[in-house]
């Protein structure tokens, strides 16, 4: 497969636009926000990271006329039987805000010892070449546990709870390079460009 000279990204965070664009550099495409045609979000109605991801990179493939590249992501919690998962963005509702679903998930988890707060980010990377493509999929996580407490300024969502044990600091205190170099959507995204590279020509 020849990779194409532009690829829509199912998103519009800067954050994932940069570190794609970054991880892409080798093969010469050029990676452009599905905010740029003013695309709105799809409806994430599946049930697992891997529909929503195809889900999401379908719409913008269908929506640009361009290849596209989606991800979908959560955490999922031991003690909670691998919840939020896929309803981790709302766990507090529909309008939840990143503080809403952090509460709910520390009043959940209130009074469970630290060795039982188990949990891992997972994220799934989906590349469509078009709107009726077969998917290529990629998945990467990453362990911790969740603390008692916020710590730290940076990230997004629950970042502030989420503890590397190899750091030793919550994700919300890395900078964002080591972020990247651990994280979930990291791996995933470097797993789906390493596919991309070994099938382009």
Not at 69 to 88: E, K, N, Q
Not at 89 to 104: E, K, L, Q
Not at 127 to 137: K, S, V
Not at 167 to 194: C, F, I, P, W, Y
Request: glycine share 10%; net charge negative.
């Amino acid at each position: 497969m020849k990779l194409p000279a532009k690829i829509v990204m199912a998103s519009g965070n800067a954050g994932k636009i940069r570190e794609l664009r970054r991880l892409l550099e080798h093969l010469d495409v050029v990676v452009v926000p599905q905010s740029d045609f003013d695309l709105s979000a799809a409806d994430e109605t599946g049930t697992t990271f891997e529909e929503n991801a195809i889900i999401k990179a379908r719409h913008a493939a269908a929506a640009t006329g361009l290849p596209a590249i989606a991800d979908d992501s959560g955490l999922l919690v031991d003690f909670l039987d691998g919840r939020p998962g896929v309803y981790s963005a709302r766990y507090a509702g529909a309008t939840a805000t990143d503080g809403d679903n952090i509460n709910r998930l520390l009043n959940e988890l209130d009074g469970v010892a630290q060795d039982d707060r188990g949990a891992e980010f997972h994220c799934v990377a989906c590349f469509l070449l078009h709107a009726d493509a077969q998917p290529l999929l990629a998945n990467g996580s990453w362990r911790g546990r969740i603390l008692s407490e916020c710590r730290g300024e940076g990230g997004f969502g629950y970042d502030p709870v989420f503890h590397d044990p190899q750091s030793g600091k919550t994700s919300a205190q890395l900078t964002a390079e080591e972020k990247n170099a651990r994280s979930h959507r990291g791996q995933a995204l470097r797993a789906l460009v390493k596919a991309l590279g070994a099938t382009a020509t």
